[in-house]
């Protein structure tokens, strides 16, 4: 579940957007921590005020907007929504694929906006469990490659089978407390290093 209360970043060169989102947000879970006009006068004070969501209301999202969205999510991952008058399919695409939780295309609406923001934290989220479970697979799949070339350096030296072999790796893993992987990586340095 999210917390009760989250601290946002608002950014817009035009303050009649910002107004909107202040008072949207005004009795809302939403905190406003800092205001700017611009992305990259907060960008430098983002460390110091560290945001739950950070939203926009830009008239064009532009390349340099999407060039500091990257440096931002690479840095602090977190939700961004952009509202936008910029509707051009190529856009929204570049700033979805950068990491935006939600675009919204003419869509200030002080009535809406709290809605928008709450689902943007859902999919953020959302998005970080799939993107972990990925990582995890792909750490999964590169342990498994360095067990089976284990294997194989054993089932060579040992003159055994597959499952012999790796019954030795898993219980001289267990025995020295390491793990699996690391234990068969530690062979094929060995290995490589006794080379001729």
Not at 12 to 38: D, F, H
Not at 68 to 97: C, E, M, T, W, Y
Not at 172 to 178: E, F, G, P, T
Request: charged share 25%.
């Amino acid at each position: 579940m999210i917390p009760d209360t989250h601290n946002a970043i608002i950014i817009s060169s035009n303050l009649k957007a910002r107004n909107v989102l202040s008072q949207a947000l005004s009795n809302s879970p939403y905190k406003i921590i800092l205001e700017g006009s611009s992305l990259e006068k907060v960008l430098s004070e983002m460390t110091s005020v560290m945001p739950d969501i950070i939203v926009l209301a830009l008239e064009s999202t532009d390349l340099s907007v999407l060039k500091h969205l990257q440096i931002i999510l690479q840095q602090f991952p977190l939700p961004i929504v952009i509202f936008s008058d910029d509707g051009r399919n190529d856009v929204i695409a570049k700033a979805i694929d950068l990491g935006v939780s939600a675009y919204v295309v003419d869509g200030l609406d002080e009535r809406r906006v709290e809605s928008i923001l709450t689902t943007a934290i859902f999919r953020f989220k959302q998005y970080q469990k799939v993107q972990q479970q990925v990582d995890d697979l792909k750490v999964n799949l590169a342990d498994r490659k360095i067990i089976d070339r284990a294997k194989g350096l054993i089932m060579s030296q040992k003159q055994c089978s597959e499952d012999e072999a790796y019954k030795l790796l898993r219980s001289s893993a267990m025995k020295q407390n390491v793990r699996l992987a690391t234990l068969s990586q530690n062979i094929i340095d060995t290995a490589a290093l006794l080379a001729p």
